[in-house]
């Protein structure tokens, strides 16, 4: 952990075979409500991010932004996973709207 001036920053990995750029990038967005949010791609599957937060408050910076990387991976394996069933049933409930239009 480094200070900038009254700032607080945190650096650490992300490896991409683990968690898809997209959701890094989700995360990224949620938390920079708390924290300014610096990417950087060290290798072909590994981003540095770098948290500094904007006040002098900590935050836990690091273990809160994995948490919510962890969340919204599985949101997305879930979301991947069941795709196929939600488009099945919206496209029964069309069928059953278009159904009932034709009485």
């Not at 273990?63 to 099945?88: G, K, M, P």
């Amino acid at each position: 952990m480094e200070t900038e001036g009254a700032r607080k920053s945190e650096s650490f990995s992300i490896d991409l075979r683990l968690y898809p750029l997209a959701v890094v990038h989700k995360a990224v967005h949620a938390f920079s409500c708390l924290a300014d949010c610096d990417l950087r791609q060290v290798g072909e599957y590994e981003l540095t991010v770098t948290l500094t937060q904007f006040n002098g408050d900590s935050v836990q910076g690091a273990v809160s932004f994995r948490r919510l990387l962890v969340d919204l991976a599985v949101q997305a394996q879930i979301n991947e996973e069941t795709s196929v069933i939600r488009q099945a049933l919206v496209l029964a409930a069309m069928n059953e709207t278009l159904r009932r239009g034709e009485r």
